[in-house]
């Protein structure tokens, strides 16, 4: 069955910092991929997402590449601040259009210090 | 805009009895809704997918007589927890699937916190 692996956290960087939040999937067929965010108190909300390999969902600075061969969707920021601080969900969708049953990692907190 | 409203946004409860969780989509239309069930510093399970019209589809393992779901409309699902008990204690998160303008996204609900003593 379909399974994400997430980077543990949690982590925690200075502002301005380079972010890189690893994220790799196990998958039949040709899925899409997300990144989700939750913001304390606040439910999950879509960052950015990919849909076929080699694609690359962008958002807020953040960013993340389909890699098929890697089988891989790493969420990068090149400055983080203070205000990212959130707990980030990588998932993965069904291979048919759209992204019924999503399968989720299990969520990295970042926290950003001033 | 795409919003989702959950309520309560926290119960508690004795053990024994039944709590109903409303899952709304405020501003869209939603044949399709999910339940997803959340343990602490855990990912988010699905437990089943709520369809506007029909009986909902269960994940494996999860009991349907134990956690009622109704669509009542295109706009409202809710999550029955019958006889509930303390192992039912979680952060209980709903979503709702637009497909609008050649998109197709999930939405978040914030999440009910369901304490059973």
Redesign the interface.
């Known amino acids: 069955g379909n399974s994400?692996t997430q980077m543990e956290g949690p982590v925690t960087l200075s502002e301005e910092a380079f972010l890189t939040i690893n994220c790799t999937y196990t998958a039949t067929g040709y899925p899409s991929l997300f990144w989700?965010v939750q913001y304390p108190?606040?439910?999950?909300?879509?960052l950015l997402?990919a849909t076929k390999a080699d694609d690359k969902g962008s958002n807020k600075g953040f960013e993340a590449t389909y890699r098929k061969e890697t089988t891989s969707f790493h969420l990068e920021k090149g400055s983080v601040q203070v205000s990212d601080s959130a707990v980030y969900?990588c998932a993965l969708g069904g291979s048919n259009?759209?992204?019924?049953?999503?399968?989720?990692?299990?969520?990295t907190r970042l926290t950003i210090i001033p | 805009g795409a919003v989702v409203s959950q309520h309560p946004s926290r119960v508690i409860c004795k053990s024994g009895t039944s709590v109903k969780i409303e899952c709304r989509s405020l501003d869209f239309q939603a044949t399709t809704m999910f339940w997803y069930r959340q343990f602490p510093k855990q990912s988010l399970m699905l437990m089943a997918t709520s369809n506007e019209g029909s009986k909902a589809t269960y994940e494996q393992g999860v009991e349907k007589d134990k956690f009622l779901i109704n669509h009542a409309s295109l706009t409202l699902s809710t999550l029955t927890v019958t006889s509930a008990h303390p192992e039912d204690s979680s952060f209980y998160i709903c979503s709702a699937r637009k497909i609008a303008g050649g998109g197709d996204t999930q939405y978040f609900g914030p999440g009910t916190r369901l304490t059973v003593l």
Do not use: A, H, M, R
């Not at chain 1, 108190?41 to 879509?46: I, K, N, P, R, Y």
């Open positions: 994400v989700y108190g606040e439910g999950l909300q879509l997402k969900f259009f759209g992204n019924e049953k999503l399968t989720f990692g299990t969520g």
